[in-house]
C-alpha cells in the first residue's frame, strides 16, 4: 500500500496535463452531502483486507496481491495521462463543521477521480470475498454482509462528494476488467493441487 500510495500522491500533485472537470449527471444532484457516509468511506481499508486474510496460502495471497497491484496500477496510469478532478466547489456546505472532513481533504484532495479507484478496490474485493465465501461453505449472511457493505463504500464516494457517477462507473469497469482474469489465472490451493 505504502508504494501506491507514493504513486498515487506524486500522480496527484504533479499532473503532467491540465486536469479535467468531471462533469455532474443527474444522479450527482440526486445524491445528496451525508456526513455519515465518511465511515463506510474510511471503511475501505478494512475491507480490502478480508479477501486476502481469507486466503490458505501464501501464493495464493501472493498472487492476488500482483492482481491488486496491476488493477491500482493501471488507475495510476489512467491518472497521469488524463488526469481528472471533482468540480470545485462540489460540497455543497462548509467541511470544518464535520470532524474527519479537512483531514480527507488534506489527504484525499479532489484530484484522481476517474476511475475512482475506491471504487475499483472495493467492487474488486467483493468479488473475490464472495467468491471465497462460497468456497468455504459460508451461509448466507456473512455474503449478504458483504454485498451490503461494497454498496455503501460505492454509495459514500458520492455522498461525501469525493466523485460523481461517472468517476464510479468507470472504477467499476476498472475492477471487472481485473475481476474475471484474476479469478481465472489464479493457483489452486493446496488440497486442490494434491488432487
Given amino acids: 500500500m505504502w508504494v501506491f500510495f507514493i504513486g498515487y500522491f506524486h500522480v496527484l500533485r504533479h499532473p503532467v496535463r491540465p486536469v479535467t472537470e468531471m462533469p455532474l449527471t443527474p444522479l450527482d444532484q440526486w445524491v445528496t452531502f451525508e456526513p455519515l457516509a465518511l465511515v463506510a468511506y474510511v471503511s475501505l481499508w478494512v475491507y480490502v483486507g478480508i ?12 498472487v492476488y496481491g500482483l492482481w491488486v497491484g496491476a488493477l491500482c496500477t ?11 478532478a471533482v468540480p470545485q466547489p462540489f460540497l455543497p456546505v462548509d467541511v470544518a463543521l464535520y470532524p474527519g472532513f479537512a483531514l480527507l481533504q488534506g489527504v484525499d484532495a479532489a484530484g484522481n ?7 475499483a478496490t472495493a467492487l ?13 461453505a459460508a451461509p448466507w449472511q456473512p455474503r449478504a454482509l458483504n454485498a451490503l457493505w461494497v454498496v455503501l463504500i460505492i454509495y459514500s464516494t458520492m ?17 471487472l476488467l481485473f475481476v474475471w482474469p484474476s479469478m481465472r489465472w489464479f493457483p489452486a490451493n493446496d488440497e486442490e493441487a494434491a488432487r
Fill in 51 to 62: 479477501p486476502a486474510g481469507l486466503l490458505p496460502s501464501l501464493r495464493q495471497l501472493v
Fill in 74 to 84: 493501471t488507475g495510476l496510469v489512467v491518472f497521469y495521462a488524463f488526469p481528472t
Fill in 113 to 119: 477521480a476517474c476511475p475512482s479507484l475506491h471504487v
Fill in 124 to 136: 474488486f474485493s467483493a468479488c473475490w470475498l464472495d467468491r471465497l465465501l462460497r468456497q468455504y
Fill in 159 to 175: 455522498a461525501i462528494k469525493q466523485h460523481v457517477a461517472l468517476d464510479v462507473a468507470g472504477g467499476a469497469l476498472l475492477a
